[in-house]
C-alpha cells in the first residue's frame, strides 16, 4: 500500500519581456478519502503493467458481497459502499487466477491506497457441456457418459449426468473425440465432436434416450423332498404350447436361471 496525494491545481507563471520569473509555492497534500470508498490499482504479477476490466468485489468478513466495481484502463479502481469495521476483497479477471484477500480493517484504508497483482492463469484446456434426457425430454441422471480421443478404445475421462442431466468435461485438448453415453435403462448413444482451440466452452445438443424394452428372468432352486438342493440337476424352460426354449443346470446350491424372455406364460421341467 502506498499514499496518494491530489494534483494540485493549475496555476499560472507568467514570464515578462525582461525575462523575469513569477515563483509560485506549490503544496501537494494528501488526498482525503470517505471511510466508505475503496480505492487502489490493479496490475500483472509479472509485467507489471495495469490491467483493465478487472472485477474488484468488496466483501463482508463472511464474503457477503458489499459492492463492486471494474478496474479503468490504468487499472484503477473506486468502490463506495457501507462497509463495517473489516472487508474481504475478491479480485477476478478471464485469463488471471482469482485473488481473495484475508480481512482487511477498514481503519487501516484512510489515505491508502489498496495494490492488487492478479497471476496469469494456466490453461485447463477446454470445457465440454452437454445434457442427456429421455423421449419425455425429462432430464437423466446417473448416466454413465464417456469420452474417447479419436478412434482410441481407452478412455480419454470418463463422469455421469447430475440430477438436471447435466455433465461436464474439462482439460479437453483440440481434437476430434466420440462420446458413448451409457444408462442400463437406456439404449447407447454415440456421438462425435471436434474440439477447436478457440471454443473455451464447446456446448452440445441434447441427447435423447430411448428406453430398453426390457425383458424377464425365471430363477429357482431345485431340491430334493428332504429340502436339499440339487446341483447339476437339468432345468428346461418351455413356453405356452409346452415347446422348449431354454435349458440350463442348477449349481451347486441347486439354484438355475433364464433370462432375456419375452412376455408370456412360461413352464418349467427339472430332471
Given at each position: 500500500m502506498s499514499k496518494t496525494v491530489v494534483p494540485t491545481s493549475p496555476q499560472t507563471i507568467v514570464i515578462t519581456d525582461e525575462n523575469q520569473e513569477i515563483l509560485e509555492k506549490v503544496v501537494l497534500s494528501e488526498m482525503t478519502w470517505d471511510e466508505n470508498t475503496v480505492m487502489g490499482n490493479v496490475s500483472d504479477k509479472y509485467t507489471g503493467k495495469p490491467i483493465e476490466g478487472v472485477c474488484i468485489k468488496v466483501?463482508?468478513?463472511?464474503?457477503?458481497?458489499?459492492?463492486?466495481?471494474?478496474?479503468?484502463?490504468?487499472?484503477?479502481?473506486?468502490?463506495?459502499?457501507?462497509?463495517?469495521?473489516?472487508?474481504?476483497?475478491?479480485?477476478?479477471?478471464?485469463?488471471?487466477?482469482?485473488?481473495?484477500?484475508?480481512?482487511?480493517?477498514?481503519?487501516?484504508?484512510?489515505?491508502?491506497?489498496?495494490?492488487?497483482?492478479?497471476?496469469?492463469?494456466?490453461?485447463?484446456?477446454?470445457?465440454i457441456f452437454g445434457s442427456i434426457k429421455d423421449t419425455q425430454q425429462k432430464p437423466i441422471p446417473a448416466v454413465r457418459v464417456t469420452i474417447f480421443r479419436g478412434q482410441s478404445l481407452n478412455p480419454y475421462d470418463f463422469t455421469f449426468t447430475n440430477q438436471e442431466g447435466l455433465y461436464i468435461f474439462d482439460n479437453i485438448e483440440p481434437g476430434n473425440y466420440r462420446i458413448s453415453i451409457q444408462s442400463q435403462s437406456y439404449i447407447e448413444r454415440i456421438i462425435n465432436i471436434e474440439a477447436v482451440r478457440d471454443q473455451h466452452i464447446i456446448t452440445l445438443e441434447p441427447v435423447y434416450l430411448k428406453r430398453k424394452l426390457l425383458k424377464g428372468t425365471i430363477y429357482g432352486i431345485i431340491t430334493d423332498k428332504n429340502n436339499v438342493p440339487i446341483s447339476n440337476a437339468l432345468v428346461v424352460l418351455c413356453n405356452g404350447n409346452n415347446l422348449p426354449v431354454q435349458f440350463t443346470y442348477t449349481n451347486e446350491d441347486g439354484i438355475y436361471t433364464f433370462y432375456k424372455l419375452e412376455p408370456g406364460t412360461y413352464s418349467i421341467i427339472a430332471k
Amino acid at each position: 500500500m502506498s499514499k496518494t496525494v491530489v494534483p494540485t491545481s493549475p496555476q499560472t507563471i507568467v514570464i515578462t519581456d525582461e525575462n523575469q520569473e513569477i515563483l509560485e509555492k506549490v503544496v501537494l497534500s494528501e488526498m482525503t478519502w470517505d471511510e466508505n470508498t475503496v480505492m487502489g490499482n490493479v496490475s500483472d504479477k509479472y509485467t507489471g503493467k495495469p490491467i483493465e476490466g478487472v472485477c474488484i468485489k468488496v466483501c463482508d468478513q463472511e464474503y457477503n458481497p458489499i459492492a463492486y466495481n471494474f478496474s479503468d484502463i490504468d487499472g484503477n479502481f473506486s468502490i463506495e459502499g457501507s462497509f463495517g469495521p473489516s472487508i474481504r476483497i475478491i479480485a477476478a479477471k478471464k485469463g488471471y487466477e482469482t485473488i481473495s484477500s484475508d480481512a482487511i480493517p477498514t481503519e487501516s484504508l484512510n489515505k491508502k491506497a489498496l495494490n492488487l497483482e492478479l497471476s496469469p492463469a494456466p490453461s485447463h484446456g477446454l470445457v465440454i457441456f452437454g445434457s442427456i434426457k429421455d423421449t419425455q425430454q425429462k432430464p437423466i441422471p446417473a448416466v454413465r457418459v464417456t469420452i474417447f480421443r479419436g478412434q482410441s478404445l481407452n478412455p480419454y475421462d470418463f463422469t455421469f449426468t447430475n440430477q438436471e442431466g447435466l455433465y461436464i468435461f474439462d482439460n479437453i485438448e483440440p481434437g476430434n473425440y466420440r462420446i458413448s453415453i451409457q444408462s442400463q435403462s437406456y439404449i447407447e448413444r454415440i456421438i462425435n465432436i471436434e474440439a477447436v482451440r478457440d471454443q473455451h466452452i464447446i456446448t452440445l445438443e441434447p441427447v435423447y434416450l430411448k428406453r430398453k424394452l426390457l425383458k424377464g428372468t425365471i430363477y429357482g432352486i431345485i431340491t430334493d423332498k428332504n429340502n436339499v438342493p440339487i446341483s447339476n440337476a437339468l432345468v428346461v424352460l418351455c413356453n405356452g404350447n409346452n415347446l422348449p426354449v431354454q435349458f440350463t443346470y442348477t449349481n451347486e446350491d441347486g439354484i438355475y436361471t433364464f433370462y432375456k424372455l419375452e412376455p408370456g406364460t412360461y413352464s418349467i421341467i427339472a430332471k
